[in-house]
């Protein structure tokens, strides 16, 4: 899980340049195609952030649930992920 975070900060670190990238081709009048593919990689980039940080919440956040054995808290992380699924999802 520690590891997760690192990968996840790592990720977000080359997006966050990617996204400085991104933005100097567009104050340079680049080539539309060449800046919508560098945005699709960004975009890329950021869906496996999000599964690493998905991971994360069930393997710790779930799981704490379950071993609790607190149904209210179960259902409460179960509609969680349900929540983040339907946003994927749309």
Not at 20 to 49: F, T, W
Not at 56 to 77: F, M, P, S, T
């Amino acid at each position: 899980m520690k590891d997760r975070k690192e990968k996840a900060l790592q990720r977000l670190a080359r997006i966050e340049g990617q996204v400085r990238g991104i933005a100097r081709m567009v104050e340079e009048d680049r080539y539309c195609i060449d800046i919508l593919n560098q945005a699709l990689a960004v975009k890329s980039a950021l869906s496996q952030v999000e599964l690493l940080l998905l991971q994360d919440h069930a393997d710790e956040c779930v799981e704490d649930a379950i071993g609790a054995g607190n149904a209210e808290e179960q259902r409460q992380k179960f509609q969680e992920l349900v929540s983040v699924f339907e946003k994927v999802c749309r």
